[in-house]
């Protein structure tokens, strides 16, 4: 008999669309040219490339020109952060303007959240060992940050803030077009990691104010290895790679030509899908949170409970611990996550978690569920069934549990 098998971790990976999948087959084998090329055979995959770039920059709002491809969101989030850092910190030398302390120099001072994705958080922290200043604004419960706390952060030293669209743990959207408008009048740049939210919400990187943005092709039924940045014209980034002078000099390689056509691709299908199908999953997730919570005693939500994303639900349960219960939904053909799928492997609790004020036990004891395009209710009423029979038999032999 076959093991039923339940995909509730889409926030980690989305399965390839098979759409997509048809739409990049060509580029493997009859136009495998390298898009640098002069020939027909280049000039043919050039004629994707920029097709593609076309697509993705029209999800967002953008211009062609402003989308850079990279290998992943985490590679666009680093370009954006020290791509940024390395500009200032040169235009600053030419002028002779620093300073000798570090926390006071000229365009050394970057403004990120306490709660972003490992990549920004690492980013940041080897930034710092070079010498910038960075500050770290707190968010409330649901972990939002407050506008009001970056304007009273951002001063003239600062060059960048980088505060991520919606958590890729905990669903919370953040007010980024507040944000933007905050940082554009002061005259910062603004980034915004919107790798979960991309293709399933509403995006516009004028209206927001938004100068950088990240995403990544996987999370919408994309291939992997494919990201972009999208740059706003005129900002000035200094190369992470320097080679070729590809994707305008900003990402040297040669580029993943089946891989961009398979985001094109998928970025085309959310254009026309995102609609009908966050209304779909915002059902399914509330099925889901409502569920549970109503089911299962000591159940408790994380995140905001209304502005978060369609396909997102976080919740903590007293007295267990995250990995014994993916373990035993595993065991029943249940795949969830217990955060952020990137650094699942630590063990450590989320810095998300913390964040919104959760102590170490309940961090550990929080599960994410993320649903996708082939989610069903079917699949929804079976996790329901079967996660109050995990819970309780975890609590029966947790050393936390109430004497």
Request: with cysteine.
């Amino acid at each position: 008999m076959k093991k039923k098998r339940v995909y509730l971790d889409y926030a980690a990976t989305t399965p390839v669309d098979p759409r997509v999948v048809r739409a990049m087959a060509p580029y493997f084998t009859d136009k495998f040219g390298n898009s640098m090329s002069l020939h027909s055979f280049g000039q043919e995959a050039k004629l994707a490339l920029e097709k593609s770039r076309e697509e993705v920059a029209s999800l967002i709002g953008a211009k062609a020109e402003e989308i850079v491809f990279t290998s992943s969101a985490t590679e666009s989030n680093n370009l954006a952060l020290k791509g940024i850092a390395f500009a200032a910190e040169a235009s600053a030398r030419r002028k002779k303007r620093f300073i000798s302390s570090p926390n006071k120099q000229k365009g050394k001072h970057i403004i990120i959240s306490p709660i972003e994705h490992p990549c920004i958080m690492e980013a940041s922290k080897w930034l710092a060992e070079q010498g910038f200043s960075i500050t770290k604004l707190p968010v409330n419960k649901y972990g939002q940050v407050d506008p009001k706390d970056i304007k009273k952060a951002i001063k003239k030293e600062t060059i960048l803030v980088s505060v991520l669209h919606a958590s890729n743990e905990i669903g919370t959207i953040q007010p980024v077009a507040a944000i933007g408008k905050i940082c554009r009048e002061k005259g910062v740049y603004f980034h915004t990691d919107a790798t979960q939210s991309f293709g399933k919400i509403p995006i516009d990187v004028n209206s927001m104010n938004i100068d950088l943005l990240s995403a990544s092709a996987h999370k919408l039924y994309g291939p992997k290895g494919v990201g972009c940045l999208f740059v706003r014209k005129g900002t000035k980034m200094t190369p992470l790679l320097h080679g070729g002078g590809q994707e305008a000099g900003l990402r040297s390689s040669t580029v993943n030509v089946p891989g961009i056509v398979g985001f094109g691709k998928a970025v085309e299908l959310a254009k026309k899908e995102m609609v009908k199908e966050s209304k779909c999953l915002a059902g399914l997730r509330d099925r889901l949170i409502n569920g549970i919570l109503g089911e299962i005693e000591g159940a408790h939500l994380n995140g905001h409970p209304k502005k978060r994303l369609p396909n997102n639900a976080n919740i903590w349960f007293e007295f267990v611990e995250g990995e014994s219960m993916v373990i035993q939904l595993d065991m029943a053909g249940i795949a969830a996550s217990t955060g952020s799928a990137c650094s699942s492997a630590k063990l450590e609790p989320s810095h998300v978690l913390l964040a919104i004020g959760l102590r170490h036990e309940q961090a550990h004891g929080s599960l994410r569920f993320s649903l996708g395009h082939w989610t069903t209710e079917k699949e929804i009423d079976y996790l329901l069934k079967v996660l109050p029979g995990i819970i309780k038999r975890l609590r029966e032999i947790s050393p936390f549990k109430k004497k």
